[in-house]
Nanobody, 115 residues
Framework: QVQLVESGGGLAQPGGSLRLSCAASGSIFSLNTMGWYRQAPGKQRELVATITSAGRTNYADSVKGRFTISRDNAKNMVYLQMNSLKPEDTAVYYC?????????WGQGTQVTASS
């Protein structure tokens, strides 16, 4: 069964950093573009960053220059390094394939940027 498990969220002050991790089943990981998504209260889920199996990355304008997506194909892991956090980054963060696969959504990890 496919599983995506996110971790690493928490509370950080504006300007601070957090690193999110996503553990993925090997069956979906090796050939897929992976993405980080987020959903803030009262808002639709949005795509934050993507990374291809070859390591090419793309970012939403709102996080460009502050967030870095990476992956470790040997460990089936995807990461999101978040620096210079802003209050508007507060959301539940999810990983999934890109395009997203409906059945792969996990519980996500809460990120709160607040003083």
């Amino acid at each position: 069964q496919v599983q995506l498990v996110e971790s690493g969220g928490g509370l950080a002050q504006p300007g601070g950093s957090l690193r999110l991790s996503c553990a993925a089943s090997g069956s979906i990981f090796s050939l897929n573009t992976m993405g980080w998504y987020r959903q803030a209260p009262g808002k639709q889920r949005e795509l934050v960053a993507t990374i291809t199996s070859a390591g090419r990355t793309n970012y939403a304008d709102s996080v460009k220059g502050r967030f870095t997506i990476s992956r470790d194909n040997a460990k089936n892991m995807v990461y999101l390094q978040m620096n210079s956090l802003k209050p508007e980054d507060t959301a539940v963060y999810y990983c999934n394939t890109h395009p997203a696969t409906m059945n792969y959504w996990g519980q996500g990890t809460q990120v709160t940027a607040s003083s």
